[in-house]
């Protein structure tokens, strides 16, 4: 991913907090040459390895499992996003821009064999999204259909090796534009908008708890609009 260094985040907590803020993510690797993506939800384990670890499955009749023992994949975790009118700025020379945050886990691959281990990261995948309901839903490993459906898919971790977060949230305007930017968000409504103007407010007013505030780069989004 091109991050330039006025966007980078690279704080280990915050891009965990960050992935479990955003666990369905995108499976990138390699088959036969050509790169094949699964959209999976994922669990992290912040202190297994040296950098976390990512657990996960697929279906056994997707293909993609089968070359990607070993091989070193990227996880994609995308938060929100938004359009920046131009007119926002209130300035000229400016141009349109997408403000958005996303985290890049890269690291290699290790199939889980033993049926009974991928039952429990079932349960505890389900035990994580079911957790906060009103009236959760309780795995059962010692149902019988349960063996039965979990020989049907392929489990797996991904021990990070390397990282890297972009918040790219205008950092390269004057604060009186992100300002404006804030505003134009909220006034416009809906979650992805909310979201990053509460982003850019909090980087602006330098709170840790959300992201790290990021030096001013030069004006200008066109040569790093991605």
């Given at each position: 991913?091109?991050?330039?260094?006025?966007?980078?985040?690279?704080?280990?907590?915050?891009?965990?907090?960050?992935?479990?803020?955003?666990?369905?993510?995108?499976?990138?690797?390699?088959?036969?040459?050509?790169?094949?993506?699964?959209?999976?939800?994922?669990?992290?384990?912040?202190?297994?390895?040296?950098?976390?670890?990512?657990?996960?499955?697929?279906?056994?009749q997707n293909p993609q499992w089968k070359e990607f023992d070993g091989q070193q994949v990227l996880a994609i975790f995308h938060g929100p996003h938004a359009y920046v009118s131009p007119a926002w700025y209130?300035?000229?020379?400016?141009?349109?821009?997408?403000?958005?945050?996303?985290?890049?886990?890269?690291?290699?691959?290790?199939?889980?064999?033993?049926?009974?281990?991928?039952?429990?990261?079932?349960?505890?995948?389900?035990?994580?999204?079911?957790?906060?309901?009103?009236?959760?839903?309780?795995?059962?490993?010692?149902?019988?259909?349960?063996?039965?459906?979990?020989?049907?898919?392929?489990?797996?971790?991904?021990?990070?090796?390397?990282?890297?977060?972009?918040?790219?949230?205008?950092?390269?305007?004057?604060?009186?534009?992100?300002?404006?930017?804030?505003?134009?968000?909220?006034?416009?409504?809906?979650?992805?908008?909310?979201?990053?103007?509460?982003?850019?407010?909090?980087?602006?007013?330098?709170?840790?708890?959300?992201?790290?505030p990021l030096p001013p780069a030069p004006h200008g989004d066109l040569g790093d609009a991605s």
């Amino acid at each position: 991913m091109y991050v330039p260094s006025h966007y980078a985040e690279a704080d280990l907590p915050t891009l965990f907090d960050f992935i479990e803020q955003h666990l369905f993510g995108l499976l990138i690797s390699q088959q036969d040459g050509v790169p094949v993506a699964t959209h999976l939800p994922f669990l992290l384990d912040r202190t297994a390895g040296e950098r976390g670890v990512l657990s996960a499955h697929v279906a056994r009749q997707n293909p993609q499992w089968k070359e990607f023992d070993g091989q070193q994949v990227l996880a994609i975790f995308h938060g929100p996003h938004a359009y920046v009118s131009p007119a926002w700025y209130e300035a000229e020379k400016v141009v349109p821009t997408w403000n958005y945050v996303a985290v890049h886990a890269y690291g290699r691959v290790k199939l889980i064999e033993d049926l009974d281990e991928t039952i429990a990261l079932v349960r505890e995948l389900t035990d994580r999204f079911e957790r906060s309901r009103p009236n959760p839903w309780t795995f059962d490993p010692s149902a019988p259909f349960v063996r039965k459906m979990a020989a049907q898919i392929v489990a797996f971790r991904i021990e990070i090796e390397r990282m890297e977060g972009k918040w790219k949230l205008n950092q390269n305007h004057p604060e009186e534009r992100r300002r404006r930017v804030i505003d134009r968000l909220r006034d416009q409504g809906g979650e992805d908008s909310e979201e990053i103007a509460n982003l850019m407010a909090a980087m602006l007013a330098g709170t840790k708890d959300t992201v790290r505030p990021l030096p001013p780069a030069p004006h200008g989004d066109l040569g790093d609009a991605s």
